[in-house]
């Protein structure tokens, strides 16, 4: 229902859902519900102040994770300081570590229309004790500098791919493939660099599996589509790319840590993931084939 009433703020849609949730004892229903609200206020904006200052204030842990979700998507590409501030502390003062997690994640989908200014945003959390804390820094950079080869992110996120919790150099790991995708040596010389790290994290035995899956995805990440495509959150024309957002939220919510080994929120994400692909160039099949092969 989410995807049909994407952005549309329907009054009896949000009571529905918001009541189901509350009733339901099935979590899965209750995430996949988590979601939906957050999809239905989507560039809403001050109009979605109310919803999210009531699941803010609901007991359930998962709900509060809807309202860091909807704060993401009301507020998405706008760079609105209140809603940073609002972010920042719950990533502080939150009591479960998922909507710890979830607000610092939505910082990326708040300010990827200025990439350059996420890393000073989440540059203390990347150094929270809580890993939970610095895979969302992680995410967050990955989400708002996608593509950009932004040189400070990467610095955020290079000792992060030796952390030593592993869901955390996951999240280094498949952020950093986010923000070089489309890069080149000649535009981001550290791209050899992380090219080199994935294939030793693949290669090693004694490495941790979950770390191993992030460098898989990171690889794939690349290389995707022939490396004839990018990921960005706009449209060529500079407008918010609907179902690039989309995917990219429901790809951050299900990479973390265990999530992705054994699908425990339900049905994988990865096909999700062709949802923020695009071609980075206007021009048709020739142009792009003669891409290929620089």
Request: charged share 20%; aromatic share 4%.
């Amino acid at each position: 229902m989410w995807l049909v009433m994407l952005g549309s703020k329907s009054a009896t849609a949000l009571e529905d859902m918001v009541a189901y949730a509350q009733e339901t004892q099935h979590e899965k229903i209750l995430r996949g519900l988590a979601i939906g609200i957050a999809m239905v206020m989507f560039g809403r904006m001050e109009e979605a102040d109310a919803l999210i200052e009531n699941l803010c204030r609901d007991k359930d842990p998962l709900l509060r994770r809807s309202a860091m979700h909807t704060i993401a998507m009301a507020y998405c590409g706008s760079g609105s300081n209140k809603a940073i501030r609002r972010l920042l502390h719950v990533a502080v003062s939150d009591g479960n570590d998922d909507v710890r997690r979830a607000a610092v994640e939505a910082l990326g989908f708040i300010l990827f229309r200025t990439p350059e200014q996420c890393p000073s945003v989440v540059s203390l959390l990347s150094e929270s004790y809580n890993p939970n804390v610095r895979y969302g820094s992680a995410m967050a950079l990955g989400i708002s500098c996608a593509g950009t080869g932004n040189k400070e992110a990467l610095a955020l996120l290079e000792p992060m791919t030796n952390d030593p919790v592993n869901y955390v150099r996951q999240g280094a790991l498949v952020a950093s493939a986010l923000i070089l995708i489309q890069q080149t040596e000649a535009t981001c010389p550290k791209v050899k660099d992380f090219r080199q790290l994935y294939h030793k994290v693949v290669s090693d035995k004694h490495d941790d599996v979950m770390a191993k899956f992030g460098a898989i995805i990171a690889q794939g990440v690349l290389d995707a589509g022939g490396r004839n495509v990018t990921i960005g959150l706009l449209s060529r024309t500079g407008h918010t790319n609907l179902a690039a957002v989309v995917g990219m939220l429901r790809q951050a919510r299900r990479r973390h840590g265990q999530v992705w080994r054994h699908h425990r929120s339900g049905r994988p994400g990865r096909r999700w993931s062709q949802r923020h692909h695009r071609p980075p160039l206007e021009n048709g099949p020739h142009e792009l084939g003669s891409r290929r092969g620089h």
